[in-house]
């Protein structure tokens, strides 16, 4: 079974910033594409930035400019650096992967747990 296992959300002033990271275990063939979407308390989930393994990148117009997503496919792993937080980027972070586990499977989308992080001061 493939697993999403994220680390690095936490609790930072405005301004500050922090990575966050999304490492995928199991079989796995292939992930394309890996992001992170988030969801906010009392709003809907929504894409934050989207990386495929060919390293072409999409990301929120509310986030351009401030965060940079990259992976490395070698590790099967996602990362978000968030610079210049701001309160509404606060939020619970969650990784995304579409898997293919075998060359002839479909791919799979898989979900991380989640992890929160809270800018304030």
């Known amino acids: 079974q493939v697993q999403l296992v994220e680390s690095g959300g936490g609790l930072v002033q405005p301004g500050g910033s922090l990575r966050l990271s999304c490492a995928a275990s199991g079989r796995i063939f292939n992930i394309d594409p890996m992001g992170w979407y988030r969801q906010a308390p009392g709003k809907e989930r929504e894409l934050v930035a989207t990386?495929?393994?060919?390293?072409?990148?999409n990301y929120a117009d509310s986030v351009k400019g401030r965060f940079t997503i990259s992976r490395d496919n070698a590790k099967n792993t996602v990362y978000l650096q968030m610079n210049s937080l701001k309160p509404e980027d606060t939020a619970v972070y969650y990784c995304?992967?579409?898997?293919?586990?075998?060359?002839?499977?479909?791919?799979?989308?898989?979900w991380g747990q989640g992890t929160l992080v809270t800018v304030s001061s």
């Open positions: 995304n992967a579409h898997i293919r586990r075998e060359i002839t499977a479909l791919y799979v989308e898989v």
């Open positions: 990386i495929t393994s060919g390293a072409s990148t």
